[in-house]
Antibody
Framework: QLQLQESGPGLVKPSETLSLTCTVSGGSISSSSYYWGWIRQPPGKGLEWIGSIYYSGSTYYNPSLKSRVTISVDTSKNQFSLKLSSVTAADTAVYYC???????????WGKGTTVTVSS | EIVMTQSPATLSVSPGERATLSCRASQSVSSNLAWYQQKPGQAPRLLIYGASTRATGIPARFSGSGSGTEFTLTISSLQSEDFAVYYCQQYNNWPSCSFGQGTKLEIK
């Protein structure tokens, strides 16, 4: 059974870079059938797609975040990662990683990890 | 950017009754519309895609309809486990996508 697990610091200072990793188990991140995405949810608010990556390294980003986001993949570790630079309090959220098909239908999700931006 | 607007923000329905949730797109998204269910403290779960196709394992009491800019999620006979927040998502302009702000379905 495919499982995704987010990991990374729960507290990041303003202006610094948020870094998270998603570890995929029970399946290969190199499957040609799927993409791997990051989605976030500020406290009490809705969902926001951040971006996605294909195992080949092709990336797709939300235009509103594109200037600050980098998503990368490490197929040898079955992991993909998120970096969000110049964070502010508005970046405080639960961050989810998810698998999706060639269109962004997220059918397997991680449990989410809370990241707080505060000094 | 395609803006998705869900209504109502909160819907109060009694168990066993029917619930109807709406989602409107700021421009046509054809049938490229999905619905997700999210319970407190959990990740969202994919319910419906292609506006009307149930995802694997989703009970038949969940149905979706609509195309273009107007969409509906109907839950025919509410069970206790159905009380949650529901989000619509458009993926017509992939590689971008956007979610609605959610409808909270609560017990009346």
């Amino acid at each position: 059974q495919l499982q995704l697990q987010e990991s990374g610091p729960g507290l990041v200072k303003p202006s610094e870079t948020l870094s998270l990793t998603c570890t995929v188990s029970g399946g290969s991140i190199s499957s040609s059938s799927y993409y791997w995405g990051w989605i976030r949810q500020p406290p009490g608010k809705g969902l926001e797609w951040i971006g996605s990556i294909y195992y080949s390294g092709s990336t797709y980003y939300n235009p509103s975040l594109k200037s600050r986001v980098t998503i990368s993949v490490d197929t040898s570790k079955n992991q993909f990662s998120l970096k969000l630079s110049s964070v502010t309090a508005a970046d405080t959220a639960v961050y989810y990683c998810a698998r999706h098909h060639h269109v962004p239908l997220m059918d397997v999700w991680g449990k989410g990890t809370t990241v707080t931006v505060s000094s | 950017e395609i803006v998705m607007t869900q209504s109502p923000a909160t819907l109060s329905v009694s168990p066993g009754e029917r619930a109807t949730l709406s989602c409107r797109a700021s421009q046509s998204v054809s049938s490229n519309l999905a619905w997700y269910q999210q319970k407190p403290g959990q990740a969202p779960r994919l319910l419906i895609y292609g506006a009307s196709t149930r995802a694997t394992g989703i009970p038949a009491r969940f149905s979706g309809s609509g195309s273009g800019t107007e969409f509906t999620l109907t839950i025919s006979s509410l069970q206790s486990e159905d009380f949650a927040v529901y989000y619509c998502q458009q993926y017509n302009n992939w590689p971008s996508c956007s979610f609605g702000q959610g409808t909270k379905l609560e017990i009346k």
